[in-house]
């Protein structure tokens, strides 16, 4: 006669057990994640106010906005004046480089505040700083929404995340306020471009 050899499978409790333990990963990788996105949220909108206060700094010390500043300052080489109107123009450029035609007040900011050693980098650096999602950082007068101000822009913003800036810190409305964005938050599509309002 064969003997019949027992085959044990899992236990109902052991089932459980396993269950429980692949619900606690799954919860810390998911609460993991939105720990990184609520910190990329906050950088970004940390850099918002690191950059007006770096402009407004510059001001207090010179009188003149980066970019838009006319003074003759000895020793900036390569430093490029801007008309000294109070408007830092023509337009929002996300990446300078030093060849822009007319030599833009938009990119001539971040030389003028590399040259004051109020932002880090090279003096006469012209490039623009980069946000936590990868896009640029502009600074413009520009006409958004119908508002027209000097702007500073962060391109390439997840929707998701302009619009729990905006509904944190101003209205929640995409075209109005003093936080606004390119496009309607409430609809699908791509990254929009994240502009804060500060003259």
Same mark, same amino acid.
């Given at each position: ?84 109107? $109070?408007? %830092?123009?023509? #337009?929002?450029?996300?990446?300078? =480089? @030093?060849?822009? !035609? ?74 109005? $306020?003093? %936080?606004?964005? #390119?496009?309607?938050?409430?609809? =699908? @599509?791509?990254? !929009? ?7």
């Amino acid at each position: 006669m064969k003997e019949v050899k027992s085959k044990r499978g899992f236990t109902l409790v052991e089932l459980a057990i396993v269950l429980v333990i692949i619900g606690i990963i799954l919860g810390a990788v998911l609460k993991g994640q939105e720990l990184v996105n609520n910190a990329r949220m906050k950088r970004l909108y940390n850099q918002y106010r690191e950059i007006l206060a770096a402009f407004y700094t510059y001001y207090d010390r010179f009188g003149k906005f980066p970019g838009d500043d006319n003074a003759n300052h000895p020793g900036w080489t390569g430093y490029q004046p801007g008309d000294g109107d $109070g408007l %830092i123009e023509p #337009s929002f450029n996300y990446a300078c =480089t @030093g060849n822009e !035609v007319g030599m833009q007040e938009s990119c001539n900011a971040w030389s003028h505040l590399r040259w004051a050693n109020i932002i880090t980098g090279a003096g006469g650096d012209r490039t623009n700083p980069q946000n936590p999602y990868g896009g640029a950082i502009s600074v413009a007068y520009a006409g958004i929404n119908g508002i027209y101000a000097n702007w500073i822009a962060f391109q390439n913003v997840p929707r998701d995340v302009a619009y729990s800036i905006d509904k944190q810190y101003d209205d929640g409305a995409w075209n109005t $306020g003093s %936080i606004q964005a #390119s496009a309607d938050f409430t609809q =699908t @599509g791509g990254p !929009v471009s994240l502009y804060f309002r500060f003259y």
